[in-house]
């Protein structure tokens, strides 16, 4: 993540995954590929929606600041399908049973990030 004009308040997700070094590299871009790290992808990004709106970034800052406090990624599986299928079918375990100490202000912002 970073921050435009150093502001917090305008933060700015960033997926090096899909950078690419050389100009000699083949286009990344065609119909049916994956871009992105999917485990942070929001639902409506794994169902191939084309009109994705900023809500696809509040869902994959969600993913990150759930990566932190938790210490394991919401949605994780052994392949793409597995993950996928988390994202657009299961809740994340709850923050709440895995760090009862947080503050249930914090749980509420992020259960509503990733919904």
Known sequence: MFLRDRDPRR??????GIARRGTHAAPLTRTGAVLGTPAYMAPEQARGQRDLTKAVDVFALGC??????????AFAGEHLPA?????????PPPLAELRPDLPQALLDLLQRMLA
């Open 83 to 91: 993950v996928l299928t988390q994202i657009l079918f299961q809740e």
């Open 64 to 73: 990150v600041l759930y990566e932190c406090i938790a210490g394991r990624p």
């Open 11 to 16: 933060p700015v997700i960033l997926d090096f």
